[in-house]
Each structure stands twice: as C-alpha cells, then as structure tokens.
C-alpha cells in the first residue's frame, strides 16, 4: 500500500518550511534512518529521515517550494511489490502558498475533517482483510514470531512500522500498543505586528523613492514575532553596573599562556558566561522561567549565548554551565556558534535555558538595553571594555579597564532586590575570577 510521506515539524514552533533539496529521486530504494530531504525550519536547515523502507514512488513537492505546510504530502513511499502506475490518489504536486493558498486551505477543509479521524487497529488474522504492515516490520515479526494481527500501527492510516513490532514478544501482541502521535502542535504565533500603518500604506509612502524589497523568511518572521510579543507582554525592568576587568584580563592572560600548547584560548565572554551560570546557582530563585500560569526554578544553569547570523539571530544553549570548566565552556561555545552560522543547530540545541547574554561589546557598543527572550526570566547585555578614569578604594584617582553590563529582568519572574542580588553576583564574580575556579 502506498504511503504519503509529510512535511515534518522539526521544531515545536514550525508551522511550515521550505524543502530545499531532495537527497533521493523517484525510483529509489531506501531503509530506516536514510536521509529524505533537507528542509529549511525558521531556524536551521535540517536534514529530513526516513522511518520506514520502500521505494520512492513520486516526488510531490519540488525543491525550492517555500510555505509547505506541516503535515502536507511531501512524497509517495510504495511498499514491495508496487510500482508508481499503483498510486491512485497521490495528492497533486503542492503549489507555491501564494496566491492560491486562501482557496486550497478551503478545498482542504473536508479533506482534513476526514484525516483527523483516528487510523482504524490493524484487523485480526481471521477477519480477511489484509493487514498493513511495512516489509521491514514483517521481516522483525516473522524473526520474532509475533503476530502482526495483534498490533495497532502508529505509521499512516494504521501501517504496522519497525517501532511498533520491535518491543514486542514472540507470540503475543505487546503489552501496550503503540499511541499514534500527532507531529508537535506549534506554539501559537504572536500576533501580527499591530500598531504601524499596512503594507500598503508603507509602500505607498514610498512610491517614486528607488528601494529594495526584501522578502521576509522564516527566521526573521519568527524574531519580528517574538519580540514584539515579548515587548508587549513582559514587563521588563532595567538594572546596570559597571565592572572592573582589570584583575580578570591579566588573569585571562596568564591562563591563555598556560592553555596555549593546548590550543585553547579563552575569551571574555567565555568567563562572562561562567560568571553567570555560577550567580544563578549563588541566587537559585533567579535560575526561573515564567511558564504562563505558574513559575518554574531550574536547578542546573542552562544559559544562552546570543549569536548573530546573517538575517538574523540565535540563542545557542550551553546546559549545566556551572559544571563546566572555562577551556570546556570555550570549546563548545565556539562550535555552537559555528554551527549557528551554517544553520546546522538541531531545535533542543537553541530552545530552552532560563537567562541569555547578549554581547555587543565587540563591536564598539558602550551599553544597551537587551530584549528578552521568553520564556527567559532576564537577559544580560554586555558592552565594550574600555579604559576610563576611575577613584581608587582610598580615593585617588587611577586609570581601569570597565565594562558596562545591563540586566533586563521579567518582572513577573524576579523582583527588583532579587535582580539586584543576581546582577552583583555576576560582578563580584567578573571582578574576582579566581574565585569562580575554587
């Protein structure tokens, strides 16, 4: 029996993609686990697995189509002994969502009501219906000696898969079969961008000025999405300090000496990053998300590091910080970010954390104020270090190198004194780094 293969949700926020490039053609054999196609999510190129084997029958989606929709027919698997001439109902190729996407939404309507229902359970031996199962999956069975007529398929329409047969002991139907799944309800988008004239009215302002359209994809979508959301529904607070790294760059240059036969060189963000995950562990109740209807405290530190990409931005996940030591926070941070910018991270490598840093100290920028990035309960922006004149501890005046950091805090999540205990931390920490090797 031929089965459709779907456009997956490789993100819990993925609502559509772009299938960027067919790795197999029509006619090909595959197995579990060969790689399909690769599909552009609104964050990552990602690299799209087959979960069963058969024979590439048809190709439904052409290479390069933007806006395919999660869960529409990508492809046509036929199983063994079927040839293309098999496919009967193989939906029509899938137009650009464009124009046209209003009317096919609508013509899809009743389709989609009938494909909500259930898959009907595989019959039994005795009823004569035949029982759909993948060759794999009868190969497994046969092998084990399970009965395939005491299995419920979790694939398309009911099929009996590799998963489903693989816990399953000789001569009985598993204990409990496998609950077909739905691929992960994206999150609910933010609103559209409110409060500013239409398109229309925008491009009219403009008529007679030479300019350029650029096209919105997914990943800027998403950040214009979010942190709109976030300014209108989080109410941010802002706390600054001044840091003093004098004491922590003559550190870093003793221990870049030392690390350099190594090949390790370690970065002030890399110990900005350590100086927060152990402040989070030093304040637990700032280690916090805001979870909608409740508050939850993580025990370990998972903190983000903003990256900039071309178009736009990710927030790579370093997770147990505190645990690590520097040369280890550096390694990975360097491969996270190289990663990001080749837009190879996977969705749990970018998601989740419970406070960000945002650097733009390299580039010049003396302070900012950061967005956070919900559900974060804060974000720390970090600017430039630079040398100014400071008053000495018996009040002479002396030259230091200091650096402004800004924490954005969510208010529902943390209050002002907590915030303020938090952002000390991290400069206490900063402005003795030995300690945060002890």
């Known amino acids: 029996m031929a089965t459709e293969i779907l456009m997956p949700a490789l993100s819990p926020t993925m609502e559509e993609g772009t299938l960027a490039k067919w790795l197999v053609k029509e006619g090909d054999t595959v197995s579990a686990g060969d790689l399909l196609a690769e599909i552009e999510t609104d964050k990552a190129t990602m690299e799209f697995e087959a979960v069963d084997e058969g024979v590439v029958g048809k190709l439904l989606v052409a290479e390069g189509t933007e806006g395919v929709k999660v869960n529409t027919p990508i492809a046509v698997m036929l199983d063994e002994g079927e040839s293309a001439s098999d496919i009967s109902s193989a939906p029509a190729k899938a137009e650009a969502p464009a124009a046209k996407q209003a009317e096919a939404e609508a013509e899809a309507a009743p389709q989609s009501a009938t494909a909500a229902k259930p898959a009907p359970a595989a019959p039994k031996s005795g009823d004569g219906a035949r029982i759909f ?53 994206p999150a609910a988008p933010a609103a559209a961008v409110a409060a500013g004239p239409s398109s229309d009215a925008v491009v009219a302002m403009y008529q007679g000025r030479a300019y350029e359209e650029v096209k919105l994809d997914g990943m800027r979508k998403t950040i214009a999405a979010r942190l709109t959301e976030a300014k209108q529904t989080v109410p941010h607070f802002y706390l600054r300090r001044e840091i003093r790294l004098d004491a922590l760059m003559k550190f870093r240059a003793e221990l870049n000496k030392q690390l350099e036969p190594r090949g390790v060189k370690l970065s002030v963000n890399d110990f900005i990053i350590k100086a927060c995950a152990l402040a989070l562990q030093a304040v637990p109740d700032a280690n916090a998300v805001w979870a909608g209807d409740k508050v939850l405290r993580l025990k370990p530190s998972d903190v983000a590091v903003a990256v900039a990409i071309e178009g736009g931005l990710f927030t790579p996940v370093l997770k147990d910080a505190e645990m690590k030591s520097l040369s280890a926070l550096s390694a ?13 991270l996977a969705p749990q490598e970018y998601q989740g954390g419970t406070f960000a840093i945002s650097n733009l100290g390299m580039f010049g920028i003396e302070n900012f104020d950061a967005v956070i990035n919900p559900p974060h309960g804060a974000i720390l922006a970090v600017g430039a270090g630079l040398k100014k004149p400071v008053v000495g501890k018996d009040g002479e005046l002396t030259v230091a190198t200091v650096m402004s950091v800004t924490l954005s805090v969510d208010h529902r999540v943390i209050d002002g004194a907590l915030g303020a205990e938090l952002l000390t931390q991290i400069v206490e920490n900063l402005e003795n780094p030995m300690v945060m090797l002890a």
């Open 133 to 185: 199962a993948s060759p794999l999956a009868r190969r497994i069975a046969a092998d084990k000696g399970i009965d395939l007529a005491g299995i419920t398929g979790s694939g398309p329409h009911g099929r009996i898969v590799k998963a489903d047969v693989e816990g399953a002991k000789a001569g009985t139907a598993p204990a409990a079969a496998a609950t077909e799944t739905a691929a992960p309800k």
């Open 332 to 344: 990975e941070m360097k491969d996270l970010a190289k990663r990001a910018r080749d837009r190879k």
